[in-house]
C-alpha cells in the first residue's frame, strides 16, 4: 500500500489534513473535469467532439457539451457550471478557487496508509477532526467546507498511524485521552542493542558495493562516539569550563548512511563516500577542536583497510 507521511506541528490546522480551497487555474480545472468526465462515459461518441473544442481554446463550447453528456447525478453537473459561469464572468486565464483535497482524505478513499508524524504537537483541535474516522472499521469524514451532501466512502484498505515521542520535551504534550484510547497503542523503544544498530545499517546500505565487513564497523563507530558524548570527551565547546553536551541520534546516522547511499550512485568510490557522509553528520554539532578526534575515529574504526593512497582524506 502507498503511505503518504504528513510531519504535524503546533502550526498545522484543518486545511493540512481535510484540504480546503485554493487558487486554480480555470484551464487546467477544465482539463482535470474532461479527463473525469471520459472516465465516467461508457461510449466515445462525444469524446473526439469535446477534445477538439479544447484543443482549438473553444473552452466554453466544451463545457457546454460536457453539461450536455454528463448525467444529472453525477457530481461534475455541478462543477462543470460553477465552471461555465467562471468563464463567463473571467477572462479564460484568470484564476479560480476550488477545493483541493488534502492527503488524508484522498488516502481514506483510495485505500492509501497515512502516518501523522509528531502526532502530539498538533493542537486538540485538529486532532478532534480524526474523531469520526477513528470510531469504527467504518468510520469516515464529511466535508462540510465543500458543500458535500454525503460522507468520504472509506475504503477497507485505509489505514491511519500515528507517531509520537513522549510528551518530555518543550511543546510536546499528550494526545486528548479520547483520540488516544482509539488507537492500537505500541511502545517503542530507543536502540540499544548492536544486533539493531546492524539491521538499520544493513537496511540502508544493501543497494551499494560497500563490502558488507563495514556494516560492523559503522555499528562499532557509532557506538563508540556515543560513549564519548556521555563521557563529555566531545562538546560543542572546546572550554573546560563551559562544556555544552551534544546529541548524537540515530537520525544522526541515518543522515550519514543516506548520504553514502545516495553519493555511491553518483560514481565516488565507497571509501571517500563513506568518510565524507560521516564526517558531515557528525562534525555539525562539534567545536572545531574535536574534528581532528572525530576524523580519527573515522579513520581508524571505519576505514582501517584504507589503501595507502587514499589516506589522505582530511576535512582539516
Not at 38 to 57: A, F, G, L, Y
Not at 85 to 91: L, P, Q
Not at 181 to 196: G, P, Q
Not at 213 to 241: A, C, G, H, M, P
Amino acid at each position: 500500500n502507498r503511505l503518504h507521511v504528513i510531519n504535524l506541528s503546533q502550526q498545522s490546522d484543518a486545511v493540512d489534513l481535510l484540504g480546503g480551497y485554493k487558487p486554480f487555474d480555470s484551464v487546467l480545472l477544465l482539463k482535470q473535469i474532461y479527463r473525469d468526465f471520459s472516465i465516467e462515459q461508457t461510449t466515445n461518441d462525444h469524446i473526439e467532439e469535446i477534445q477538439k473544442s479544447i484543443q482549438s481554446k473553444r473552452y466554453k463550447e466544451a463545457i457546454k457539451l460536457m453539461i450536455k453528456y454528463t448525467d444529472k447525478n453525477s457530481p461534475l453537473k455541478n462543477q462543470l457550471i460553477k465552471l461555465r459561469e467562471s468563464f463567463k464572468a473571467k477572462n479564460k486565464s484568470a484564476l479560480i478557487f476550488r477545493f483541493v483535497e488534502g492527503s488524508l482524505v484522498q488516502a481514506l478513499r483510495n485505500g492509501d496508509w497515512i502516518l501523522l508524524d509528531e502526532i502530539n504537537l498538533a493542537s486538540s483541535e485538529t486532532l478532534q477532526l480524526l474523531s469520526g474516522i477513528l470510531e469504527s472499521e467504518q468510520g469516515t469524514i464529511w466535508l462540510a467546507e465543500r458543500g458535500d451532501k454525503q460522507p468520504i466512502v472509506r475504503h477497507e484498505n485505509f489505514r491511519l498511524f500515528g507517531c509520537m515521542n513522549p510528551a518530555s520535551d518543550v511543546g510536546k504534550r499528550d494526545i486528548p485521552i479520547g483520540i488516544r484510547n482509539r488507537f492500537t497503542e505500541l511502545f517503542v523503544d530507543e536502540c540499544d542493542e548492536r544486533s539493531e544498530y546492524i539491521i538499520i545499517v544493513d537496511k540502508y546500505l544493501n543497494q551499494t558495493n560497500i563490502p558488507k565487513e563495514y556494516i560492523d564497523r559503522i555499528v562499532t563507530f557509532y557506538i563508540d562516539i556515543q560513549t564519548k558524548v556521555k563521557n563529555f570527551l566531545l562538546t560543542s565547546s572546546s572550554t573546560s569550563t563551559n562544556r555544552i553536551s551534544i546529541t548524537y541520534s540515530l537520525r544522526t546516522l541515518c543522515r550519514a548512511l543516506r548520504y553514502v547511499a545516495t553519493t555511491q550512485w553518483s560514481g565516488k568510490s565507497y571509501f571517500r563516500a563513506l568518510f565524507e557522509g560521516f564526517c558531515l553528520s557528525f562534525f555539525s554539532q562539534l567545536d572545531r577542536s574535536y574534528y581532528h578526534d572525530v576524523q580519527k575515529l573515522i579513520h581508524q574504526i571505519i576505514l582501517r583497510k584504507f589503501r595507502r593512497e587514499n589516506q589522505n582524506y582530511h576535512l582539516i
